[in-house]
C-alpha cells in the first residue's frame, strides 16, 4: 500500500508494472469511510431496542415490611417479574439450615442467600422454563420440602428457595437488595460489602 | 447481454435454478446507461434510499409509538427522551419526508425538463404520478401521528375536503373519521394505513423501474441511444456516480437532522391536541403548500377540492398535452423559458400556501393557479405546434466526444485502469 500523498502524486502518470495504486487507495479509503459509516449508523437501530430511560428508572422496588407477620409470604414486582418475601418461621430456618449442602443439585447453603435470617427474598420465576411457582398463599401446594411447587413441570422448591426435585436446574435467583431500615427493603439495588446483617 | 459465467461454484448452482445473479448483472452491473447523465440523473436513486431510510426508521418508531389520543403525543415525547437514540431515529424520519419530497420533487422538475414523460416512457411516468400521490397520502397520515395541534387540525381539514362531494360527502366523512369528529378511531386507522401505503410505494417503484429498465433512463440529450459507443455500463460508472451524489445528499440531510432538525416543522405541533381549539394559523406540511394555495384559491368549496386534485392529476395526461417531437427542454427555446415559468410559478404557489388567504395573496394565488393549469392545457399544446426545436445531435457519442464522428471508438481514456 503506497501512502495517500504519493498515491495522489501518482495520479496522472501510469507506472507500468506498478498495480495502480490511486485506484486502490481510493477503493479502500472510500470502503473504510463507508463502513465505519454504516457500523455508527447501525447502532442507534440496535441501542433503540434495549430499555429505554423510563424502563431503567424503574429498575428498583421498595417494599414496607411492617405489615408482614411471621409466616406470612407476599408477591411484589421488580422489573415486571413476582419477587417472593417470605418471613420465615423459625421452624423454616432451621428446615433450610439443617440439610446437607453437599447433596443439593445447586449447592448453596441457606446463609448464603439471606441478608436476615428470618426474610427470604427470591425471584418467584422457576429457573425451568420461567413459570411462577405456587406457595405464595398458606391453601397453595408447597412441594415436598415444604417451599414452593411450580406446577408446569413439577419442581419442587424447599424453605431456603432451593431447587430440590423436578426438572429446574437451578435454585430461585436471590436478587441484589439493601435493607434501608429493619422494615424497609430496597430490590434492585446491591448492598454495600460487609453491610449484610 | 450473454448470461455471465460466475466464478463461484455455489453462486452458480443458485444461478442455474434460480437466476437471480444473472438478473442483479444485467439490471445494476452491466446495464447500459447513456454515458452523458447528469447529475440532474442521481435524484431517482436518492428517493429509493429515502424510501428505504422512512421504512427503516419507521419500523424502529412503530416498536416504541401507541397509536391512541390518551397516549400518542406522550409516546412521542417519550421516543424524543427516554428511547436510546430515540430523538435521532425521529428526527431522521421527521426530516427524511422533507428530503424525501425535496428529491422527489427534482426528479419530476427534471423530467418536466427533458422530457421524460414522452413515448416511449408515458406509463413509467404515470407510474411516477401514482407514486407521488401514495407518497402524499403517507405523508399526511404520518403527519397526524404525533397528535399535535396541527396534527389534529390538519387532519381534520384534509378529511373535511371529502365532505365537497355532493350528496355523499358527509356520509364519506362519518366514515373516514368512524365517528363525528376526528378522534382516537382515526387516529388508529391512519397508523394502519401509514404503515402499509410505504410497502404498495415499493411495489410501485419496482413497477416503475421495470418500465425504467424497457428503455433505460432518458438522457440530457433527450435522443435515443444508439448503441454500445452511446452508454456505459452502469457500474462502476453511475454506481460511484449514484455514490458520490449520495455522499453530498447525506451530508445535507445531516446537517438538518443534527442541527435544525425542527427547521421544517410547524412549533404548534409540540402542543398536544385540542379538538376545541384551533390555532389561529394552520398550514400543512411545505411540501403540500402549492397544493393548498390552489385550493384556497377558489371561492368555492366542491370547486377548490375539484381543482386541487386536478393539479397532480394533470401530469397523468401531460405525454398527450405535449406533443412536441423533441423531449429536451436543451432544444425548445420556448419551453425552455415556459418550463421556468412554471418552476416560478410552483415557488409563488408555495409562498401564498404559506401566507394567511388575505389581501394580495389571494390575488396572487389565483393568478398563479391559472397559470399553472394554463401551463399544462394551453402552452405545452400550442407549443407543440408553435415552436421550432434546435437541430438535434445526429447521436450522444458524437456530442459529448471532443473527437466527434457518429461512430467514434471505444475512447482509450476510459478509467478502468489508472
Given at each position: 500500500?503506497?501512502?495517500?500523498?504519493?498515491?495522489?502524486?501518482?495520479?496522472?502518470?501510469?507506472?507500468?508494472?506498478?498495480?495502480?495504486?490511486?485506484?486502490?487507495?481510493?477503493?479502500?479509503?472510500?470502503?473504510?469511510?463507508?463502513?465505519?459509516?454504516?457500523?455508527?449508523?447501525?447502532?442507534?437501530?440496535?441501542?433503540?431496542?434495549?430499555?429505554?430511560?423510563?424502563?431503567?428508572?424503574?429498575?428498583?422496588?421498595?417494599?414496607?415490611?411492617?405489615?408482614?407477620?411471621?409466616?406470612?409470604?407476599?408477591?411484589?414486582?421488580?422489573?415486571?417479574?413476582?419477587?417472593?418475601?417470605?418471613?420465615?418461621?423459625?421452624?423454616?430456618?432451621?428446615?433450610?439450615?439443617?440439610?446437607?449442602?453437599?447433596?443439593?443439585?445447586?449447592?448453596?447453603?441457606?446463609?448464603?442467600?439471606?441478608?436476615?435470617?428470618?426474610?427470604?427474598?427470591?425471584?418467584?420465576?422457576?429457573?425451568?422454563?420461567?413459570?411462577?411457582?405456587?406457595?405464595?398463599?398458606?391453601?397453595?401446594?408447597?412441594?415436598?420440602?415444604?417451599?414452593?411447587?411450580?406446577?408446569?413441570?413439577?419442581?419442587?422448591?424447599?424453605?431456603?428457595?432451593?431447587?430440590?426435585?423436578?426438572?429446574?436446574?437451578?435454585?430461585?435467583?436471590?436478587?441484589?437488595?439493601?435493607?434501608?431500615?429493619?422494615?424497609?427493603?430496597?430490590?434492585?439495588?446491591?448492598?454495600?460489602?460487609?453491610?449484610?446483617? | 447481454?450473454?448470461?455471465?459465467?460466475?466464478?463461484?461454484?455455489?453462486?452458480?448452482?443458485?444461478?442455474?435454478?434460480?437466476?437471480?445473479?444473472?438478473?442483479?448483472?444485467?439490471?445494476?452491473?452491466?446495464?447500459?446507461?447513456?454515458?452523458?447523465?447528469?447529475?440532474?440523473?442521481?435524484?431517482?436513486?436518492?428517493a429509493g434510499?429515502m424510501l428505504?431510510?422512512m421504512i427503516?426508521?419507521g419500523?424502529?418508531?412503530?416498536?416504541?409509538?401507541?397509536?391512541?389520543?390518551?397516549?400518542?403525543?406522550?409516546?412521542?415525547?417519550?421516543?424524543?427522551?427516554?428511547?436510546?437514540?430515540?430523538?435521532?431515529?425521529?428526527?431522521?424520519?421527521?426530516?427524511?419526508a422533507?428530503?424525501f419530497f425535496?428529491?422527489t420533487?427534482?426528479?419530476i422538475?427534471?423530467?418536466?425538463?427533458?422530457?421524460?414523460?414522452?413515448?416511449?416512457?408515458?406509463?413509467?411516468?404515470m407510474l411516477g404520478v401514482i407514486i407521488l400521490i401514495l407518497m402524499m397520502a403517507t405523508a399526511f397520515m404520518g403527519?397526524?401521528?404525533?397528535?399535535?395541534?396541527?396534527?389534529?387540525?390538519?387532519?381534520?381539514?384534509?378529511?373535511?375536503?371529502?365532505?365537497?362531494?355532493?350528496?355523499?360527502?358527509?356520509?364519506?366523512?362519518?366514515?373516514?373519521?368512524?365517528?363525528?369528529?376526528?378522534?382516537?378511531?382515526?387516529?388508529?386507522?391512519f397508523?394502519?394505513l401509514h404503515y402499509l401505503l410505504p410497502f404498495l410505494i415499493v411495489g410501485v417503484v419496482v413497477l416503475h423501474?421495470?418500465?425504467?429498465?424497457?428503455?433505460?433512463?432518458?438522457?440530457?440529450?433527450?435522443?435515443?441511444?444508439?448503441?454500445?459507443?452511446?452508454?456505459?455500463?452502469?457500474?462502476?460508472?453511475?454506481?460511484?456516480?449514484?455514490?458520490?451524489?449520495?455522499?453530498?445528499?447525506?451530508?445535507?440531510?445531516?446537517?438538518?437532522?443534527?442541527?435544525?432538525?425542527?427547521?421544517?416543522?410547524?412549533?404548534?405541533?409540540?402542543?398536544?391536541?385540542?379538538?376545541?381549539?384551533?390555532?389561529?394559523?394552520?398550514?400543512?406540511?411545505?411540501y403540500f403548500?402549492?397544493?393548498?394555495?390552489?385550493?384556497?384559491?377558489?371561492?368555492?368549496?366542491?370547486?377548490?377540492?375539484?381543482?386541487?386534485f386536478?393539479?397532480i392529476l394533470?401530469l397523468f395526461?401531460?405525454?398527450?398535452?405535449?406533443?412536441?417531437?423533441?423531449?429536451?427542454?436543451?432544444?425548445?427555446?420556448?419551453?425552455?423559458?415556459?418550463?421556468?415559468?412554471?418552476?416560478?410559478?410552483?415557488?409563488?404557489?408555495?409562498?401564498?400556501?404559506?401566507?394567511?388567504?388575505?389581501?394580495?395573496?389571494?390575488?396572487?394565488?389565483?393568478?398563479?393557479?391559472?397559470?399553472?393549469?394554463?401551463?399544462?392545457?394551453?402552452?405545452?399544446?400550442?407549443?407543440?405546434?408553435?415552436?421550432?426545436?434546435?437541430?438535434?445531435?445526429?447521436?450522444?457519442?458524437?456530442?459529448?466526444?471532443?473527437?466527434?464522428?457518429?461512430?467514434?471508438?471505444?475512447?482509450?481514456?476510459?478509467?478502468?485502469?489508472?
Amino acid at each position: 500500500m503506497v501512502h495517500g500523498a504519493e498515491a495522489i502524486r501518482n495520479a496522472g502518470a501510469h507506472r507500468p508494472g506498478e498495480e495502480g495504486s490511486r485506484r486502490d487507495f481510493l477503493i479502500l479509503a472510500t470502503t473504510a469511510v463507508g463502513a465505519i459509516g454504516v457500523a455508527s449508523l447501525a447502532w442507534p437501530f440496535i441501542d433503540e431496542m434495549n430499555p429505554s430511560a423510563d424502563v431503567l428508572a424503574l429498575s428498583t422496588t421498595e417494599v414496607d415490611l411492617s405489615p408482614v407477620a411471621v409466616g406470612q409470604a407476599i408477591t411484589v414486582k421488580w422489573r415486571g417479574k413476582p419477587v417472593f418475601i417470605r418471613h420465615r418461621t423459625p421452624d423454616e430456618i432451621k428446615a433450610a439450615r439443617s440439610v446437607n449442602v453437599a447433596d443439593l443439585r445447586d449447592p448453596q447453603p441457606d446463609e448464603a442467600r439471606v441478608q436476615r435470617p428470618e426474610w427470604l427474598i427470591v425471584v418467584g420465576v422457576c429457573t425451568h422454563l420461567g413459570c411462577i411457582p405456587l406457595g405464595q398463599k398458606p391453601s397453595d401446594p408447597h412441594g415436598d420440602y415444604g417451599g414452593w411447587f411450580c406446577p408446569c413441570h413439577g419442581s419442587h422448591y424447599d424453605t431456603s428457595a432451593r431447587i430440590r426435585k423436578g426438572p429446574a436446574p437451578r435454585n430461585l435467583v436471590v436478587p441484589d437488595y439493601v435493607f434501608l431500615s429493619d422494615t424497609m427493603v430496597r430490590i434492585g439495588e446491591a448492598a454495600a460489602k460487609g453491610a449484610a446483617a | 447481454m450473454s448470461t455471465p459465467v460466475f466464478k463461484n461454484r455455489l453462486v452458480r448452482w443458485i444461478d442455474y435454478r434460480l437466476p437471480v445473479f444473472t438478473f442483479m448483472n444485467h439490471e445494476l452491473n452491466e446495464y447500459p446507461t447513456p454515458r452523458n447523465l447528469s447529475y440532474w440523473w442521481n435524484f431517482g436513486s436518492l428517493a429509493g434510499i429515502m424510501l428505504v431510510t422512512m421504512i427503516v426508521t419507521g419500523v424502529v418508531l412503530a416498536m416504541h409509538y401507541t397509536p391512541h389520543v390518551d397516549y400518542a403525543f406522550q409516546s412521542v415525547e417519550r421516543i424524543m427522551r427516554d428511547v436510546n437514540y430515540g430523538w435521532l431515529i425521529r428526527y431522521l424520519h421527521m426530516n427524511g419526508a422533507s428530503m424525501f419530497f425535496i428529491v422527489t420533487y427534482i426528479h419530476i422538475f427534471r423530467g418536466l425538463y427533458y422530457g421524460s414523460y414522452k413515448s416511449p416512457r408515458e406509463l413509467l411516468w404515470m407510474l411516477g404520478v401514482i407514486i407521488l400521490i401514495l407518497m402524499m397520502a403517507t405523508a399526511f397520515m404520518g403527519y397526524v401521528l404525533p397528535w399535535g395541534q396541527m396534527s389534529f387540525w390538519g387532519a381534520t381539514v384534509i378529511t373535511n375536503l371529502f365532505s365537497a362531494i355532493p350528496f355523499v360527502g358527509e356520509k364519506i366523512v362519518t366514515w373516514l373519521w368512524g365517528g363525528f369528529s376526528v378522534d382516537n378511531p382515526t387516529l388508529n386507522r391512519f397508523y394502519s394505513l401509514h404503515y402499509l401505503l410505504p410497502f404498495l410505494i415499493v411495489g410501485v417503484v419496482v413497477l416503475h423501474l421495470v418500465a425504467l429498465h424497457r428503455f433505460g433512463s432518458n438522457n440530457p440529450l433527450g435522443i435515443d441511444t444508439k448503441g454500445p459507443q452511446d452508454t456505459l455500463p452502469f457500474h462502476p460508472y453511475y454506481t460511484a456516480k449514484d455514490m458520490f451524489g449520495l455522499g453530498v445528499f447525506l451530508i445535507i440531510y445531516a446537517l438538518i437532522v443534527f442541527f435544525a432538525p425542527n427547521l421544517f416543522g410547524e412549533p404548534d405541533n409540540y402542543i398536544p391536541a385540542n379538538p376545541l381549539a384551533t390555532p389561529p394559523h394552520i398550514v400543512p406540511e411545505w411540501y403540500f403548500l402549492p397544493f393548498y394555495a390552489i385550493l384556497r384559491a377558489v371561492p368555492n368549496k366542491l370547486g377548490g377540492v375539484v381543482l386541487m386534485f386536478s393539479s397532480i392529476l394533470v401530469l397523468f395526461v401531460l405525454p398527450w398535452l405535449d406533443r412536441s417531437p423533441v423531449r429536451s427542454g436543451r432544444f425548445r427555446p420556448m419551453f425552455r423559458i415556459f418550463f421556468w415559468l412554471l418552476v416560478l410559478d410552483a415557488v409563488v404557489l408555495g409562498v401564498v400556501g404559506a401566507n394567511p388567504p388575505e389581501g394580495n395573496w389571494i390575488l396572487f394565488g389565483r393568478m398563479a393557479t391559472i397559470w399553472y393549469f394554463v401551463h399544462f392545457l394551453i402552452v405545452l399544446p400550442l407549443l407543440s405546434r408553435l415552436e421550432r426545436p434546435r437541430p438535434l445531435p445526429i447521436s450522444i457519442s458524437q456530442s459529448v466526444l471532443a473527437s466527434g464522428g457518429g461512430f467514434a471508438p471505444q475512447p482509450v481514456r476510459t478509467m478502468d485502469k489508472a
